[in-house]
Every structure is written in C-alpha cells, then in structure tokens.
C-alpha cells in the first residue's frame, strides 16, 4: 500500500483461527481485543489499545515460547498502530513484524496460518523504504500461503481482498470478499465476526464502485 503520510489506515487485524484452536492463555488477549475493536467508540479505542499492548507484553513475560501469544500481541501492537498513527505507528508495526517472526520460527502453522495472514495484512497496508518495510510482492506471497493454509477462513479471504482491492484487481477482490462472507462462523467470536462482516460489505462497495 502506497501511503503519501504516516497517518496509518492500517485495517484491524484480526487473524484467521477457531475458538476452539487457541491455549487458555492466549485467549483473554483474543477475547479482549474483540471487545477493543469492536465495541469500543472511536475516541476511546486508542487508549484501549494501549493498555491492551501492556497487558499483552505481561503475558508475554510469562510465556515467552508460546507462539499464539506472540501472534496477539502483534495483532494488538498493530491494530494499536492504526489507532495511534504517526512516527509512533511505524515503532509499533516494526515491533509487530518482530513478534510474528519469532512466532514462525516457534510453529509456522499456529492458528491455521494467522502468522500469514498477519504479514501479509502488515507487507501492504505499512509504507515501503526508507520508511518502513511494506513490499506488495511479499504481501501477495504471505497472503496466498495463509490461504492454502486456511482457504475458507474469513480473515485470509478478507485481507486478501482487501489487497487485491488496493492493487486495482476488482474482479477478484470482490471474488475474495464474497468467499469471506461465506465462512462459517466462529465460535464464541460473534463480536468479530459481525464487526468483520460489515469490513467486508463496505470494502465490496468501494470495489463496485470502481469497476
């Protein structure tokens, strides 16, 4: 993604996975966050994110190995980073980019490719050199791989979309988002994925509206 400023439009991350599929330590960095995001005003979300990206470093402290957590704390840090936007923005994604690395090396699969999904969301939407790391061909490389890791999940066909939404390829953009609508649902996610499906539809209009 081409950004002309450092005010961050990053998207909300939020990783492709099943309720069922992540620790009981994890899962309150999960749980929080849909909260954070999704049911938080605007103006209150930063400072929510902020504290959320303290709690998570906590847990982090404690479980240094495990790999879900390093995946929430990135996708805090970087759902932080859209919320905050600036100089400040750019330390966040970079640390998040940090946190997703260990966590490959740790289990590349954990959470049904949230990794991918995660680089690839953070390889488009952050800005290219000499400001930050973004690179369209890795995004599109990460973003593929999370799919045929988890090919119905709602998140990787999301950002997918998304990306092909921001690279000008509306046909399959729309394509992406239509699958995204029809994943199944997530148990115990409700609170994301009602908030996601309204991404969707809106992020389907902007394509319509450009073909």
């Known amino acids: 993604m081409k950004l002309s400023t450092l005010a961050f439009t990053i998207s909300a991350l939020l990783v492709s996975q099943s309720s069922f599929a992540i620790g009981d330590i994890a899962m309150p960095l999960q749980q929080q966050w849909d909260i ?3 049911q938080t005003d605007k103006k209150d ?32 840090l970087s759902t932080y980073a859209g919320e905050k936007g ?4 750019l330390r966040l994604v970079k640390d998040a980019k940090a946190l ?6 740790i289990n590349p699969e954990t959470l049904d490719g949230a990794i991918y999904t995660s680089l690839g969301s953070l390889y488009y ?12 061909e890795q995004a599109n490389a990460y973003l593929t791989r999370a799919l045929a890791l988890n090919p119905d999940d709602i998140d990787a066909n999301y950002f997918y979309g998304d990306f092909l939404l921001e690279e000008g390829d509306y046909q399959n953009a ?9 994943a199944p649902p997530r148990p115990n996610r409700s609170i994301a994925d009602e908030g996601r499906k309204a991404e969707i539809k809106a992020a389907q209009a902007k394509a319509e509206s450009r073909l």
């Open 36 to 38: 954070a995001r999704y």
């Open 45 to 76: 979300r930063e400072k929510a994110f902020e504290i959320l990206a303290q709690q998570a470093k906590e847990v982090e402290l404690k479980h240094p190995n495990n790999a879900e957590v390093l995946v929430w704390k990135a996708i805090i």
């Open 86 to 89: 600036g100089f400040g923005a």
């Open 100 to 105: 997703l690395d260990r966590a490959e090396k």
């Open 125 to 136: 939407q952050v800005p290219g050199w000499p400001l930050g790391f973004g690179d369209d």
């Open 174 to 182: 729309l394509k992406a988002f239509e699958k995204a609508l029809s």
